[in-house]
T-cell receptor, first 118, second 112 residues
Framework: GAVVSQHPSWVICKSGTSVKIECRSLDFQATTMFWYRQFPKQSLMLMATSNEGSKATYEQGVEKDKFLINHASLTLSTLTVTSAHPEDSSFYIC??????????????FGPGTRLTVL | DAKTTQPPSMDCAEGRAANLPCNHSTISGNEYVYWYRQIHSQGPQYIIHGLKNNETNEMASLIITEDRKSSTLILPHATLRDTAVYYCIVRVWGQAGTALIFGKGTTLSVSS
């Protein structure tokens, strides 16, 4: 299947700082990427949809000024958690939609980024 | 997207077939059935998808009932590494901006 990478795989930061997470589709181009958040023992929750070259669409209850998303190329989307607080500690997972070729209309997921805010 | 219903947990002995059911009684004609799994602390892994015909790949088989209201994911020879949460999701094909929405899934525990 197609490969999606995330960097970093884990990060620990102090409260009030900003953290950037990168999501890359390694062997396909993705016009659409998605960002999810997962708290312990819960399922994945969709945060936002990122479209290359345009503004992201945020799910209800997700603060767009706090979670900045940039999708500047067909292979890279970034999520920046601004002024992070302990309640932002979570597992952040990105996904890229492979709209062509082998996978058809399939979403492939990155390995996730564990964010801990102290 | 149509909702799905899965049992919260299942057990399976190593080497045996694991049959994971999913009900999607409100599925519409243009919605596909997707299966993903998530091993602890990793991102979800795509397994298989189908519309109405049974599908098989190197990981699993997908059996969809004729009325498409339910499906079964079959792992033919489960191993300990198949222990994971399995998600059944229905979604319209080709909707560029539509993300997969995850329910609670089935936690499959494979034991020796």
């Amino acid at each position: 299947g197609a490969v999606v990478s995330q960097h970093p795989s884990w990060v620990i930061c102090k409260s009030g700082t900003s953290v950037k997470i990168e999501c890359r589709s390694l062997d396909f181009q993705a016009t659409t990427m998605f960002w999810y958040r997962q708290f312990p023992k819960q399922s994945l929750m969709l945060m936002a949809t990122s479209n290359e070259g345009s503004k992201a669409t945020y799910e209800q209850g997700v603060e767009k000024d706090k979670f900045l998303i940039n999708h500047a190329s067909l292979t890279l989307s970034t999520l920046t958690v601004t002024s992070a607080h302990p309640e932002d500690s979570s597992f952040y997972i990105c996904s890229a939609r492979d709209s062509g070729g082998r996978g058809g209309d399939t979403q492939y997921f990155g390995p996730g980024t564990r964010l801990t805010v102290l | 997207d149509a909702k799905t219903t899965q049992p919260p947990s299942m057990d399976c002995a190593e080497g045996r077939a694991a049959n994971l059911p999913c009900n999607h009684s409100t599925i519409s004609g243009n919605e596909y059935v997707y299966w993903y799994r998530q091993i602890h602390s990793q991102g979800p892994q795509y397994i298989i998808h189908g519309l109405k015909n049974n599908e098989t790949n190197e990981m699993a088989s997908l059996i969809i009932t004729e009325d498409r209201k339910s499906s079964t994911l079959i792992l033919p020879h489960a191993t300990l590494r198949d222990t994971a949460v399995y998600y059944c999701i229905v979604r319209v094909w080709g909707q560029a901006g539509t993300a997969l929405i995850f329910g609670k899934g089935t936690t499959l525990s494979v034991s020796s």
